[in-house]
């Protein structure tokens, strides 16, 4: 069924079928935007590994297991909030059902809380630090939410209620029906896109402690599914639970208790503990290879033949000191005297030799006769 967008296109009509390639299962579109989404995530994550005191061998380690348990997490996570669509007749479970990924059926809160899970662990079975991989993170996961919502407008999916305003979306329901709703999809790629460039270009220039970047993702995204889900007309439910006579949207809920967390996490480390940006990681690396650096020169040049580790430590703190003064003042540093102005030199004696009187000639005679050497 064609999609369109008559408020901004006239007439104009998008018709893509899910199925790119059509062999055995069919190879969906669906499958390759989030695998596009995916390595732009994880391109994202080994570029900027370095600002978080990481590497990219820790990047591509921690994907290793973080890609197939974050689709396990998805569709488990999924599949016990519908789990009545994966019953028998008689009341029991379909398992063949409950596996067939490939009919759909993926939810990326599932997604979040497994990659979580796989973080903590792998970070701890590394000796890595927890929270600068979650910042680092954050960054490959907004952006592979900003590409794989499109997924959801090729399989006429995750759309909203019914709406006049000018971007909606006119969608065939049947094929004598349409109806003009919210572009769902379209808001929170949007709202994930201001997110990653918030975090890429003003959050994480700024960190203060490890995990700020995480705790402004989860306040961030919080706020905008809360709103996007309450338009959405495929939500999750919370089994048969209401309040105020309303079911729950399950990622409604969650997303307010995340922004609620999310905000008093923020504000007891900036505010209340005062974190200063000297415990990042990233600086404490940097710190760590200064050091590294300066033991690496001192060895080297007591294996060069110097015997005084000592005046090699002083050597190396001079030239250390060098380097924040101004030219004039390294001068004054390797010469070991102060400098004289050019004027003072001009107005010195020209030599003590020349004010000797000439009738003292007999008394350096009589010196020299004396075997006296003053040279």
């Not at 792998?122 to 000796?127: A, E, I, P, Q």
């Not at 995204?221 to 209401?242: C, P, Q, V």
Request: net charge negative; proline share 3%.
């Amino acid at each position: 069924m064609p999609i369109s967008f008559p408020g901004l296109f006239g007439d104009w009509e998008f018709n893509p079928d899910p199925i790119a390639i059509h062999i055995g299962h069919g190879i969906y579109w669906y499958g390759i935007i989030l695998a596009i989404a995916m390595l732009a995530g994880l391109l994202l994550c080994m570029k900027q590994a370095k600002r978080y005191g990481l590497t990219e061998d820790n990047v591509l380690d921690m994907v290793l297991w973080a890609v197939p348990c974050c689709i396990i997490g998805a569709r488990l996570y999924y599949v016990i909030f519908y789990l009545d669509l994966y019953r028998n007749a008689d009341g029991s479970l379909n398992w063949g059902e409950m596996i067939a990924i490939w009919d759909g059926g993926l939810a990326i809160y599932g997604t979040v809380i497994a990659g979580v899970l796989v973080a903590f662990f792998y970070t701890r079975h590394k000796k890595l630090n927890f929270w600068a991989m979650t910042d680092l993170a954050v960054l490959g996961l907004l952006t592979g939410q900003c590409i794989g919502r499109w997924a959801n407008f090729i399989n006429r999916e995750a759309f909203g209620g019914l709406t006049d305003l000018p971007w909606r979306m006119k969608i065939w329901i049947s094929s004598y029906q349409s109806i003009e709703v919210h572009p769902t999809f379209l808001y929170e790629s949007l709202w994930n896109f201001v997110g990653l460039m918030l975090i890429l270009f003003i959050i994480s220039k700024g960190r203060r402690f490890d995990g700020e970047n995480t705790w402004f993702y989860f306040l961030w995204y919080g706020l905008g599914r809360a709103w996007i889900e309450g338009l959405r007309t495929d939500s999750l439910y919370l089994f048969d639970w209401t309040f105020m006579g309303s079911p729950i949207r399950v990622s409604q809920a969650l997303s307010m208790v995340m922004v609620v967390v999310a905000a008093v996490m923020l504000f007891y480390n900036i505010k209340i503990k005062k974190r200063s940006a000297e415990d990042l990681l990233v600086n404490v690396v940097a710190r760590a290879a200064e050091e590294a650096a300066l033991e690496a020169e001192v060895a080297g040049a007591m294996e060069a033949g110097e015997n005084d580790p000592v005046g090699v430590i002083a050597e190396t703190e001079v030239t250390s000191t060098q380097a924040d003064q101004p030219s004039s003042a390294k001068e004054e540093v390797i010469s070991g005297e102060a400098a004289v102005p050019a004027e003072e030199l001009s107005e010195a004696p020209e030599s003590k030799a020349e004010e000797v009187p000439a009738g003292s000639a007999d008394e350096r005679e009589k010196e020299g006769t004396h075997g006296g050497d003053h040279h």
